[in-house]
């Protein structure tokens, strides 16, 4: 079903869109948790410990790749709002062309530099070989990941964001049996568990790409579409080379994090990798909101109505604060009872909570300015802009690394921690005076009313 957000009350509008996009991550980060549990629980400590410090290589890899393809969308959402159909559908042809250079170039690249890069990371020895089994298993998959990625941000850029929820949902399930099926019956450890995840995510793009082509017809290309067109190349590298390298440098950084607490060694490696999986579960209304408002901004940036687009803004910005208040009393109030999901009974709950509560709560306390992020910086990607946003990573990752260089000089492990909030603080004013100054600036070029 396609949603046409350019009309109608904001509000609602973006509360109905969100929905569906927030139980999407939901599902998603289940998806991933399975993957920590079912290691954790079945395999042992220390291949949850090796699975969690390839976290911020896989955010790297994965990210860099899905920032690139999700850039691809935005000129469909434009076009759509604009009215043109078969604009859309070169776009989307186009696209997914891009895709496939994306696929193959990530997936050589990240084969070839894993074990050193894994070096560099400081990962304890005791883990790595767990730790590069998975994430070369998981990189061999990211064909499914971007192509499910990308199909649903072609579903979302004309408004639809219930059929990709559904096929989450179903791939989220498939991907707990499988887990269970690889781990636990055939025995694999860590290598069932990434296998699981891949073949999840291949059937999800695969029910995608089936579903586009039957029911959406304004994003199915026919033949004559199925051609690189110079000037849409162009503008969609234009657009997601900066939301690439956005994801690039803001992994970056949290690899820069990752390698001051592996210096603690696997038992603080597998707490933190625990209550970074609880955290991250808060953080999905956030970027839920995020991902509705580049939809919402690239149609209305193609229609060219910039005062919706503010208004939207301001809307989307006053729920984000209420719900990042809630999330932070939430993860508070419920990390000591959820934290022993993650490990078997013979594992001493006690000495990893420690760890985690030293994490968890650093962050809590920053989560309205990192809800903010969300917002100004897909409201920038929508309009078509990634400069900007790109640049709000190279402000994270400096905060980053510098509290993680002071971090490891004086060996802090509630210095690792707050690597998250110096980058939180620094991006969110850097992308809200950035989001002023573009809207004057359209404004201005465009003259919009």
């Known amino acids: 079903m396609e949603t046409d957000m350019t009309k109608g009350s904001p509000l609602p509008i973006i509360l109905r869109f969100t929905l569906p996009l927030f139980l999407g991550n939901i599902f998603q980060q289940l998806y991933n948790m399975v993957d920590t549990i079912v290691v954790g629980r079945f395999v042992g400590p220390d291949a949850l410990a090796a699975v969690g410090s390839t976290g911020t290589i896989m955010f790297l890899v994965i990210g860099f790749s899905q920032g690139m393809s999700t850039g691809f969308t935005v000129l469909t959402s434009q076009r759509f709002g604009a009215g043109d159909g078969e604009g859309t559908k070169h776009s989307v042809a186009n696209g997914t062309l891009l895709s496939l250079f994306v696929i193959a170039f990530m997936t050589s690249v990240s084969l070839l530099f894993m074990k050193p890069l894994l070096r560099l990371m400081n990962t304890p020895e005791d883990i790595f070989k767990d730790a590069l089994t998975y994430i070369s298993i998981i990189c061999i998959g990211i064909v499914a990941n971007v192509f499910y990625n990308l199909f649903s941000s072609f579903l979302r850029s004309v408004g639809n964001s219930r059929v990709p929820l559904l096929f989450l949902a179903f791939s989220s399930g498939l991907n707990l049996v499988l887990n269970l099926l690889f781990v636990i019956a055939f025995q694999w450890g860590v290598a069932g568990s990434a296998w699981a995840t891949n073949v999840s995510q291949g059937i999800s793009a695969l029910l995608c790409f089936c579903y586009i082509y039957k029911k959406v017809p304004t994003l199915a290309p026919g033949r004559h579409h199925w051609k690189l067109n110079l000037a849409d190349t162009k503008?969609?590298?234009?657009?997601?080379?900066?939301?690439?390298?956005?994801?690039?440098?803001?992994?970056?950084?949290?690899?820069?994090?990752?390698?001051?607490i592996n210096l603690f060694g696997s038992t603080a490696?597998?707490?933190?990798?625990?209550?970074?999986?609880?955290?991250?579960?808060?953080?999905?209304?956030?970027?839920?909101?995020?991902?509705?408002?580049?939809?919402?901004?690239?149609?209305?940036?193609?229609?060219?109505?910039?005062?919706?687009?503010?208004?939207?803004?301001?809307?989307?910005?006053?729920?984000?604060?209420?719900?990042?208040?809630?999330?932070?009393?939430?993860?508070?109030?419920?990390?000591?009872?959820?934290?022993?999901?993650?490990?078997?009974?013979?594992?001493?709950?006690?000495?990893?909570?420690?760890?985690?509560?030293?994490?968890?709560?650093?962050?809590?306390?920053?989560?309205?300015?990192?809800?903010t992020i969300f917002i100004f910086r897909n409201a920038m990607q929508g309009c078509g802009l990634g400069l900007l946003p790109m640049l709000g990573g190279v402000v994270e990752l400096i905060a980053r690394f510098s509290m993680a260089a002071l971090a490891i000089r004086l060996v802090s492990y509630p210095l690792s921690c707050?690597?998250?909030?110096?980058?939180?603080?620094?991006?969110?004013?850097?992308?809200?005076?950035?989001?002023?100054?573009?809207?004057?600036?359209?404004?201005?070029?465009?003259?919009?009313?």
């Open 269 to 371: 490696v597998a707490s933190f990798t625990a209550a970074s999986k609880i955290q991250n579960i808060a953080m999905q209304g956030m970027m839920a909101m995020g991902q509705t408002m580049a939809t919402y901004t690239g149609q209305n940036y193609g229609k060219g109505d910039i005062k919706r687009i503010r208004q939207g803004v301001r809307l989307a910005l006053g729920t984000e604060f209420i719900y990042a208040v809630v999330c932070s009393a939430a993860v508070i109030l419920t990390l000591p009872h959820v934290l022993g999901i993650f490990f078997s009974g013979g594992v001493d709950i006690s000495a990893m909570l420690p760890w985690a509560k030293t994490y968890i709560y650093l962050c809590a306390v920053f989560y309205i300015p990192l809800s």
């Open 418 to 449: 707050a690597c998250d909030p110096a980058a939180w603080v620094s991006a969110a004013i850097f992308t809200g005076i950035s989001y002023v100054i573009v809207m004057k600036k359209i404004e201005k070029k465009r003259h919009f009313t």
């Open 235 to 260: 503008h969609q590298l234009s657009v997601g080379i900066p939301m690439a390298l956005q994801f690039g440098i803001t992994a970056s950084g949290t690899m820069v994090m990752q390698s001051a």
